[in-house]
């Protein structure tokens, strides 16, 4: 499997950005997926993940509220709508997959996922 993220950018607070991962492959539809961010300094966290059908999805409780992930099985694409966007959400965005473990519980773990797309850079500006 191999992903491909988009939709990083420069914004204002405020402001929305989507994201998106393209995955190749023929499995895509019975991974779960998700999305972790590293800012500068900081060490990687957790933001969302979705399920393989797409039915359960988690959040990290700092975009609760204000970033929806979802996952378009049809298209081996998923993605990572952020509204409200806020100057703390400023980091590189890498979008994973676990494959190990297929329709398999979801997780916050990065241990969980094991491949990784390349970083898509959100910066937002106050």
């Known amino acids: 499997v191999q992903l491909q993220a988009s939709g990083g950018g420069l914004v204002q607070a405020g402001d929305s950005l989507r994201l998106s991962c393209a995955a190749s492959g023929d499995l895509f539809s019975s991974y779960n997926v998700g999305w972790f961010r590293q800012a500068p300094g900081k060490e990687r966290e957790f933001v969302a993940a979705?399920?393989?059908?797409?039915?359960?999805?988690l959040y990290a409780d700092s975009v609760k509220g204000r970033f929806r992930i979802s996952k378009d099985n049809a298209k081996n694409t998923f993605f990572l709508e952020m509204n409200s966007l806020r100057p703390d959400d400023t980091a590189d965005y890498y979008c994973v997959v676990e494959i190990r473990d297929r329709m398999g519980p979801l997780s916050m773990r990065s241990s969980t996922y094991d491949k990784w797309g390349q970083g898509t850079q959100v910066t937002v500006s106050s």
């Open positions: 979705i399920n393989w059908r797409g039915g359960r999805v």
